[in-house]
């Protein structure tokens, strides 16, 4: 092969590397416990707002499509909302509060106690997504966490029944192409997080069964 060529090949094999590092037997638990949370604010009339920034951004719009539309399958809409979307909120917040409040502020009009605040940023230091975490601990919402490196600040400010999703990778990009599958995979469960058949009779079927 050519440099360039070099190059893309080793691309893919560090992208590889990254998905399986954790390897995937880590990450059932904390998706499954998200799978809960999510489910569990759908199931009572709850919705799940998202945000991020640049390419997390995309990833929260990206996962609010995939709940107000479909996933593969047919299945009722699911209410979503990613605080990515309204440039008229976005601009105002950020020119009259500041940037790090462009979410906080939507969190504060929007969320309810019992929904859902999936936050994504890839340094876990993201100032508007620590915002967004402080307001809805306010709401007393519950707090999924996407982030990457060591988890940032926003690992260490989570509470009790809060789940963090960490990418354990010093690249950006590789932790962008983590949090893609681990995307779906929250997705595919936020209606069935499991089957009655596939797992005891705990919390997660009884859910189900509501």
């Given at each position: 092969m050519n440099s360039l060529q070099q190059r893309v090949a080793a691309h893919f094999d560090e992208s590889i590397r990254a998905k399986t590092k954790p390897p995937p037997p880590c990450?059932?638990?904390?998706?499954?416990?998200?799978?809960?949370?999510?489910?569990?604010?759908?199931?009572?009339?709850?919705?799940?707002?998202?945000?991020?920034?640049?390419?997390?951004?995309?990833d929260a719009q990206h996962f609010a499509a995939e709940l107000t539309g479909r996933f593969e399958k047919e299945r009722m809409e699911l209410a979503a909302v990613a605080l990515t979307t309204d440039t008229s909120a976005l601009t105002a917040i950020g020119n009259d509060y500041g940037f790090?409040?462009?979410?906080?502020?939507?969190?504060?009009?929007?969320?309810?106690?019992g929904d859902v605040l999936m936050g994504i940023s890839t340094?876990?230091?993201?100032?508007?997504v620590i915002e967004a975490i402080k307001a809805a601990h306010e709401r007393d919402m519950k707090v999924v966490a996407f982030t990457g490196r060591d988890g940032g600040k926003i690992a260490a400010m989570l509470k009790e029944g809060d789940v963090l999703l960490n990418?354990?990778?010093p690249r950006t990009?590789?932790?962008?192409?983590?949090?893609?599958?681990?995307?779906?995979?929250?997705?595919?469960?936020?209606?069935?997080?499991?089957?009655p058949k596939a797992c005891p009779p705990t919390e997660c079927c009884r859910f189900q069964a509501a």
């Open positions: 990450w059932p638990n904390p998706l499954a416990q998200a799978a809960l949370l999510l489910f569990q604010a759908l199931a009572e009339d709850g919705k799940i707002l998202v945000c991020g920034n640049g390419g997390s951004a995309a790090e409040h462009i979410f906080s502020k939507q969190v504060r009009a929007l969320g309810r106690a340094s876990g230091n993201s100032a508007n990418v354990p990778y990009a590789r932790i962008q192409e983590v949090h893609i599958p681990l995307v779906h995979a929250r997705c595919a469960t936020a209606s069935t997080p499991c089957s």
